[in-house]
C-alpha cells in the first residue's frame, strides 16, 4: 500500500528541501571514510529523488541544462552512502564512496585543491590521471 509521501514526483522530504529560485539546491560530496570534501553540484528535485533511489550521486548540469550522472564519462561514480540536508534545510550533505579516486574532472582527487597562500591561489593537490585521458581530448 502507498502513502501520500510515496509519490514518486514530489516526496514529502523532497519538499522539505529549500529550493532557489531555479529550483536547484547546492550539494557537496564528502568521502564517506575519510571527511574529505570532494566537490560541489547542484540538485533538482528529479536528481535528488534518482540519487536517493538509484544509491549514485546524480547532479543537475546547470551548463547543459540536463541531469549528470557522475562518472558516466570518466567512471568516477559516487556510491552514496548518506544523504543529509542542514538546520536551515537549503544545502544537501552526500557521503559517497569515490569510486576510482578522482571527484574532480581536472583529474584531481577533490575539487578543492588550491589554497591561499600569499595572496595568490595555489595548487596543493596533484593530478592523478590526465583529464584528456580521462575523458578525450576535445
Not at 574529505?36 to 547542484?42: F, G, H, K, N, T
Not at 550521486?57 to 547543459?64: D, M, T
Request: glycine share 8%; aromatic share 8%.
Amino acid at each position: 500500500m502507498q502513502n501520500s509521501s510515496d509519490n514518486v514526483d514530489n516526496p514529502d522530504w523532497i519538499e522539505a528541501v529549500r529550493w532557489n529560485d531555479d529550483g536547484l539546491v547546492p550539494a557537496i560530496a564528502q568521502d564517506a571514510a575519510t571527511g574529505d570534501i570532494l566537490m560541489m553540484a547542484w540538485m533538482n528535485r528529479k536528481s535528488l529523488r534518482l540519487t536517493a533511489e538509484e544509491g549514485h550521486a546524480i547532479y543537475w548540469s546547470r551548463s547543459r541544462s540536463k541531469l549528470w550522472r557522475k562518472g558516466e564519462t570518466s567512471g568516477h561514480q559516487q556510491i552514496v552512502k548518506d544523504i543529509r540536508l542542514d538546520c536551515d534545510e537549503d544545502v544537501i550533505l552526500l557521503k559517497v564512496e569515490q569510486k576510482g579516486g578522482i571527484a574532480c574532472h581536472t583529474g584531481r582527487r577533490s575539487c578543492f585543491y588550491r589554497t591561499l597562500k600569499d595572496g595568490q591561489w595555489t595548487s596543493v593537490e596533484p593530478v592523478l590521471k590526465d583529464p584528456d585521458a580521462i575523458y578525450g581530448s576535445k
